[in-house]
């Protein structure tokens, strides 16, 4: 099961109704004496919140139940997502242009109207599009992130301390309006906020896109399915930037200190076993555990480099730089690699091997490798204030609307195509209206509640 910092998911919910109910096996004594996953509750593993608010739940009575898992056991061994904007490789080769020294949004979109305007070409000789999103407009986003605050959660406080939700700004309609800009210049694909990822990896791997977004894996694999690079080269996609932050300081990839929720494994007291259990998950998170389950056998998946750390055969790493995928199944079938992204607590592949995961040192795009270094982690410590939601007396009921994904994006989207830019601004702000007004004004009542829990302790971080 998977659970979020602050128990507001349903399975979170779950989890708490059985262990209030003395249906789960309490191993808050058990698990220092398996020193492999002893450290997965420690704060930096998991964050201040989880631990609180899930892990410690007040009906638990000082027991606890859940035991994290696919978290990270230091800072090199958390994921690294590489979201950003993305370019066609000949486009600022033919423009002028260094993508690096693009650092706002504003300088963006004129980066991307001079591409419109010189008239680039897809593979196939057809008309190029300027810029593309993956599946149902993920992640426009990044095309937005000068407008983009460096912070943990979509509150704030303001300067009379009060708390403040981001999507009443003014920062929030300006943003979106910027949407509305694109598409009404012809700069954003009319299509992406509705598109499959097979229709998007169709446009990027043909090169009709000139700029994509979201994960810069995602935008390399479309290349891949579509042999691009080998046809043409010259058009591998290159990352725009990274854009910086409002304040102007450099993108990074944020963090909390210690995951804010997890997948997680509980024990019923149907368990005939449990000493088994945790013994089993104490091995495959050792050292020699970690590498049978993740690289197999020696001489067989794997062989040791001078270091003594095991690395892919040559053979499987050829295989996977050109067809990762293929090379991934034919490893689960063998049960390498599968078990691994099931079991593991906290995770310390890159402190023991050198990698975070097998192929990364030796097969992974260099392209990739590039980004990751001017797109690095970097924690943000003290306890995110969104934990603190959940504590209203009517959430559960508040959040279905307040919180609503789809009726925000009715709004929004609806705007984006707008005749004009002040018919698109009201729609916005109908949309702040709405949550302003509904139920009653009832927003105005949650954040007051929040800001009174913003006084209850000095350790918070928006």
Partial sequence: MRL???????????????????????IKDMLPNYPNISD?????????????????????????????TEVAGDVEDI????????????????LGIDPTSIKTTEELLDFMQKAKDYGFKDVNGNDCIVATTFHNGWSYDNYLQSYNEKKLTGYSLDADGNVTYDKLSENYVNKNLVVWKMVHDGLLDKECFTTTDDAANEK?????????????????????????????PEMRYTWVGPLNYSDGSAQVQIESEGRSGSPAIIFPTTCSNIDAAMTWLDYVNSKEGTKLICYGFEGDTYELNADGQPRMTAELAERYATDSESVNKELRQRGIGYMAGRSYVAKKNAKWFGESAPFEADAENEYITAYKKVHPVEILKGYAIDAMAPGYENYSDFSEWAFDDVKEKEYIERAFFADTEEEARQIILDYQEYLKTNNGGEMEKFLDYMTEQSKTRDDFAY
């Fill in 79 to 94: 994921a690294m997502w590489n979201y950003g904007v993305f370019v066609r490789g000949d486009v600022p080769e033919a």
């Fill in 40 to 68: 997965a509750w420690d704060v930096g593993v998991i964050s201040q919140k989880y631990l609180e608010n899930d892990i410690d739940d007040p009906s638990f009575n000082g027991a606890r139940y859940i035991l994290p």
């Fill in 4 to 26: 979020t910092g602050g128990g507001s998911s349903g399975s979170t919910g779950i989890i708490k109704k059985a262990g209030a109910e003395g249906r789960l096996i309490d």
């Fill in 204 to 232: 990027v791997g043909n090169g009709t896109a000139l700029f994509t977004c979201a994960q810069y894996g995602v935008t390399v694999n479309a290349t891949k399915q579509s042999g691009l690079y080998d046809s043409n």
